[in-house]
């Protein structure tokens, strides 16, 4: 990842969209550096598409400053297409049309940029040039849309939930993909619900919810500020409860927190809160249902801050 003084890609500043009654984006302040993968993280409705299709220039803000690679969409729209590539959640495509036919359609838009020989052949396609789009499987067409953003050798890569619907090989070979562009250093502004996506792809990333900014930082440093290292999750027979306040009191417990009958006990030493959260719960008369331990994930930071589920609608 680039620094901040190595210049900035993007920067969004007070961002606000609203649709009638329902706030998309409210108050959003963003910056994305050149040379980094950027994550939008949160759940679905959270503001995240709204917020990047008014980046790439195909939505209006009600209010809001949106700079560019230094321009603004209004006054410099030719000039920042050229330098733009986007991948949309979904891309509609000709399905009479083949790969090779289809990148070469995109490439038609752009002034200049790379060959579409070497673009199919980047996005691991060229067994499929000659193939029709309506022929492909659903992770094919994913990397087909990746190729046609790809196509005007883009300074700035906007990718929204680029792996969403995905089985997992699929999705692992686009991580791939983007892993590359990273390292060829591309700036790169995605949007996920997927945590471990996130986790392993992005150097910074910004937590939404409601269109707000809740958290702003590396995984790793948004991981560490849970001040621990381990997450505890149970769920008792017969839908029981128990008393919470006694399981703050286990040694090495941090926070505890219920949702759906399930309790989450973020925990810095597992090996001493493990028995003790055992003994707690016999005290109490509670019968366990399930029990099951996992390091902190981002998933975890947003439980934190919001008390639901990244994936919650």
């Not at 049309?97 to 838009?109: A, G, I, K, N, P």
């Not at 502004?189 to 409601?210: F, G, K, N, S, W």
């Not at 759906?260 to 493990?274: I, K, S």
Request: hydrophobic share 40%; aromatic share 4%.
């Amino acid at each position: 990842m680039q620094s901040p003084a190595a210049g900035t890609a993007l920067q969004v500043r007070n961002l606000r969209k609203a649709y009638q009654d329902v706030v998309a984006v409210d108050g959003l302040d963003l910056e994305v550096f050149r040379g980094e993968c950027f994550g939008l993280l949160g759940p679905n409705g959270a503001g995240k598409t709204t917020t990047i299709e008014i980046c790439e220039g195909l939505n209006t803000p009600d209010a809001g400053e949106v700079i560019v690679l230094g321009r603004h969409w209004g006054t410099d729209d030719r000039q920042l297409r050229e330098r733009l590539g986007i991948s949309l959640q979904e891309t509609q495509f000709s399905e009479k049309l083949t790969v090779e036919e289809t990148v070469q359609l995109f490439r038609s838009f752009y002034r200049a940029g790379a060959s579409p020989t070497a673009v199919i052949a980047m996005v691991q396609l060229g067994e499929k040039a000659r193939s029709r789009v309506g022929n492909l499987s659903g992770g094919q067409k994913q990397r087909l849309a990746l190729a046609c953003a790809l196509v005007g050798e883009p300074e700035l890569l906007f990718l929204d939930e680029p792996t969403t619907g995905l089985d997992p090989q699929s999705r692992r070979q686009l991580w791939g993909l983007i892993e590359g562009l990273k390292s060829a250093g591309r700036s790169i502004l995605l949007t996920t619900h997927y945590m471990e996506e996130a986790e392993r792809l992005c150097d910074r990333v910004a937590i939404v919810d409601h269109g707000k900014r809740i958290a702003l930082g590396t995984p790793r440093e948004l991981i560490a500020a849970l001040r621990a290292e381990h997450v505890l999750e149970f769920a008792l027979a017969g839908h029981a409860a128990v008393d919470q306040a006694p399981l703050l009191d286990i040694e090495g417990v941090c926070a505890a927190v219920q949702q759906d009958g399930t309790y989450r006990l973020q925990v810095e030493e597992l090996h001493l809160a493990m028995p003790a959260l055992l003994g707690e719960l016999r005290r109490q008369g509670a019968q366990l249902a399930e029990l099951r331990t996992h390091s902190a994930t981002l998933e975890d930071v947003f439980v934190s801050l919001t008390g639901r589920n990244l994936r919650d609608e």
